[in-house]
């Protein structure tokens, strides 16, 4: 029923924004969001389409690393559960073929850099009201500095993202 898929490609769209926006405040929101986006995109995936997608260096980059990775717990020296373990955080590079391939179908990539920018933008704000106002910080007073959320590490590569040329994102 092609209403029902461009709803569901609509809804796809609307969740892939609301993970961007959950990226810089929430890791466990941003897992659920991703799982919620997997859902809704895989039944509108065509698979010629997705395969074209895949002649892409950055594409085909990210699941050649998945496949080395499982090469690689072959000759590992621990039980199946521990070599499945290692691999999981890898097992996350299948989104991005899953991106590329959304945003190349439909003109939302945009939208999407924009979400991100106003969460980060939002998060910036809040860490300069914390370092200005200290006793405002519900985390560890003294200790996070200006960081209201997850670490230092990821606000500043959030803040660092945002800083991109519009054009080189271009997806």
Do not use: H
Not at 27 to 32: A, N, Y
Not at 35 to 62: E, H, N
């Amino acid at each position: 029923n092609p209403v029902a898929r461009a709803r569901l490609e609509r809804f796809a769209d609307c969740v892939a924004a609301a993970t961007a926006m959950s990226l810089p405040w929430s890791t466990s929101l941003t897992s659920i969001l991703i799982g919620i986006w997997i859902l809704c995109l895989l039944p509108t995936v065509d698979l010629d389409s997705l395969r074209q997608t895949l002649k892409s260096a950055a594409v085909f980059l990210p699941v050649a690393l998945l496949a080395f990775v499982l090469l690689g717990i072959l000759w590992a020296d621990v039980t199946i559960r521990e070599r499945l373990a290692g691999a999981g955080p890898y097992v996350k590079l299948l989104t991005i073929p899953l991106l590329f391939w959304q945003f190349s179908q439909r003109d939302s990539g945009e939208k999407l850099l924009w979400a991100f920018l106003a969460s980060s933008t939002l998060l910036l704000v809040l860490s300069w009201l914390i370092a200005a106002f200290p006793a405002i910080n519900w985390r560890e007073p003294g200790r996070s500095y200006g960081i209201p959320m997850k670490d230092y590490i990821s606000q500043s590569g959030g803040f660092t993202l945002c800083f991109l040329d519009r054009k080189s994102t271009r997806l």
